[in-house]
């Protein structure tokens, strides 16, 4: 049962491009969304986040929309760059004091060309 | 300011062997969680610990434990292994201040044959 999911395995763009991830979740509980980065051999790298409390998050060329009707949120990157090639993984939280339990999707990978 | 690190970077084990995961914080945090990542798949929550008890687990078997310690490293045992333990197993370090912010290491390649 997949509580966080992303349906598109890869995208790709070109450089200079808007690339567009999404992601959708089924639970109705989850109130903290994050998106995380991951480079082949390297761990996870915290991207960007959004509270359930809001619709959209900036930070330079990202932007993360929520929409909690439809229980769905995407990651804007523009313009696109090679060296934002990796696999994007959405997650999600439930709260619960300090229980940081995240729920990943299984991840997008995007490869940007020059 | 030192970041999370993990040792081993690989491991190979046999079917029913027993293996010791280990994991130091990044500076200042206090709160240790460790995921699995099968291929193909997202980091899936095995456990959390903090203040040396365990606070929050996964869906996973008995013989997935750990520890914290008092200077907030950690490590993950899995007793038993079965071919599907096969992963890359990644150890996150967060603190109150951070919240849902997790610090990934790198991870530790297990291999079970």
């Known amino acids: 049962d997949q509580q966080v999911k992303q349906n598109s395995p890869s995208l790709s763009v070109q450089e200079g491009r808007i690339s567009i991830l999404n992601c959708d979740y089924t639970?109705?509980?989850?109130?903290?969304f994050l998106w995380y980065k991951k480079y082949p051999a390297e761990g996870p790298t915290f991207l960007i986040s959004?509270?359930?409390?809001?619709d959209k998050n900036e930070d330079g060329r990202f932007t993360v929309f929520l929409n909690k009707s439809a229980k769905h949120l995407s990651l804007h990157i523009v313009p696109s760059q090679p060296g934002d090639s990796a696999v994007y993984f959405c997650?999600?939280?439930?709260?619960?004091?300090?229980?940081?339990?995240?729920?990943f999707g299984k991840g997008t990978l995007l490869t940007v060309n020059p | 300011e030192t970041g999370v690190t993990q040792s081993p970077t690989h491991l190979i084990k046999t079917r029913g062997q027993q293996v010791t995961l280990r994991c130091s914080s990044q500076?200042?945090?206090?709160?240790v969680s460790w995921y699995q990542q099968a291929l193909g798949q997202g980091p899936q929550f095995i456990f959390q610990?903090?203040?040396?008890?365990?606070?929050g687990r996964g869906n996973f078997p008995p013989r997935f434990s750990g520890l914290q310690f008092p200077n907030y490293s950690s490590e993950l045992n899995v007793n038993a292994l079965e071919l599907d333990d096969s992963a890359l197993y990644l150890c996150?370090?967060?603190?109150?201040?951070?919240?849902?912010?997790?610090?990934f290491g790198s991870g530790t390649q297990l291999s079970v044959l």
């Open positions: 996150a370090s967060s603190s109150t201040g951070t919240g849902e912010k997790l610090f």
């Open positions: 639970n109705s509980m989850f109130d903290y």
């Open positions: 959004i509270s359930s409390i809001k």
């Open positions: 997650a999600a939280s439930a709260g619960g004091g300090s229980n940081y339990k995240l729920t």
């Open positions: 500076s200042g945090h206090n709160t």
């Open positions: 610990y903090y203040r040396e008890e365990e606070n």
